[in-house]
């Protein structure tokens, strides 16, 4: 058994990069190990990709032909590809996930990190229940398919919850600030982020609308895995999978990185104005609403403020306290008050 090698997606991959090396190192075409397991050479491609379970009659004629005789080394690679054939939790979800997300999965649970991008959304393994079920209510799904996907998400963030994995996602502004589903799912999922950010292994990075254009190739995810193939020649070679396109990636991961994002860290880091304005001012229980002494008799036309928890300043019309709220930030709120105490906000006069 390889020791600590994680699920069978990985241990796929594991068994089909041993395969390739005995095979390379014995001087065998991809056409003879083919013709071998009477097989096709896109198979031989498929099972050196970690990309198809290998019966056991074909792990044997294969260490055959490689001339691997030792009994020691070829139960070990025997066992290896018994338990890689073993389905992951997540095949109960193969009838709604295309081929390629389980792939990704059996990799994401095997990870020791990730590194991710996101353009629009907020990454899934930070996404409440609520949230998640808004996104997926975007696409082309029954129901009961939502809400297995989204029973599919919180199982995914389990591991990281529980400290098992680390995780950088890089995202930008917009997935911050664009409302989904409604402003109280966005308002509870952006003080969820805010927790997190306090979370060890965990990392935000916020590319700003100020940044301008930048180049990225879409979202992705990458997933990182710091464990090693069995020993071979008394060495130790680490796990790649996706080599090209994870390198792309991780560039454009680190362009991101260091020209255009800042780091998020607590609460008052993520941008929670631009969600709560407009929400009912009811909604706003941490609120004390404080009326100004100016107010008319009867106590109408008169904005009432309120000074949140998290440092941001709240408005409404008295005469409508369960209607929508203005939301400022401390700066925007302190330009407001020196624009109408230069008196910036007059009534105009007679053109």
């Not at 409440?128 to 209510?137: F, G, I, K, N, R």
């Amino acid at each position: 058994m390889v020791e600590g090698a994680g699920g069978p997606t990985v241990l796929r991959i594991l068994l089909g990069t041993q395969l390739r090396r005995l095979r390379e190192a014995r001087g065998v075409s991809a056409q003879e190990a083919a013709r071998a397991i009477r097989g096709s050479e896109s198979k031989i491609s498929r099972i050196e990709l970690g990309r198809t379970s290998v019966r056991e009659v074909d792990i044997i004629d294969l260490l055959s032909l490689y001339g691997i005789t030792d009994p020691a080394e070829r139960e070990e690679l025997l066992t290896l590809a018994s338990q890689a054939n073993q389905p992951g939790w997540w095949h109960q979800y193969q009838d709604v996930l295309p081929s390629w997300f389980q792939a990704y999965i059996g990799l994401e649970e095997s990870a020791e990190s990730i590194r991710s991008y996101d353009s629009q959304f907020i990454p899934g393994l930070l996404q409440t229940e609520d949230y998640a079920t808004a996104v997926l209510a975007l696409g082309d799904f029954s129901l009961d398919e939502a809400e297995r996907l989204v029973f599919l998400r919180k199982e995914r963030q389990r591991r990281f919850a529980s400290g098992g994995l680390r995780l950088w996602a890089i995202v930008d502004e917009v997935a911050l600030t664009r409302s989904v589903g409604s402003s109280q799912i966005m308002r509870a999922e952006l003080e969820h982020l805010s927790d997190v950010c306090e979370q060890p292994g965990f990392a935000l990075q916020v590319v700003p609308d100020s940044a301008g254009a930048y180049l990225a190739p879409g979202s992705f995810s990458g997933a990182a895995d710091e464990r090693h193939v069995p020993r071979q020649a008394g060495r130790r070679r680490p796990l790649r999978h996706g080599h090209g396109q994870a390198q792309r990636h991780r560039r454009a991961a680190r362009g991101i990185q260091g020209n255009h994002s800042y780091t998020a860290r607590g609460y008052g880091a993520i941008p929670m104005s631009s969600i709560r304005n407009g929400m009912d001012a009811s909604t706003l229980t941490d609120a004390t609403w404080i009326r100004s002494r100016h107010s008319g008799p009867t106590g109408g036309n008169c904005v009432e403020v309120a000074f949140l928890a998290d440092g941001q300043i709240a408005m409404r019309n008295s005469r409508h306290p369960q209607g929508p709220a203005l939301i400022f930030t401390r700066p925007e709120w302190d330009a407001f008050l020196g624009g109408a105490k230069d008196g910036e906000f007059g009534r105009p006069g007679p053109s």
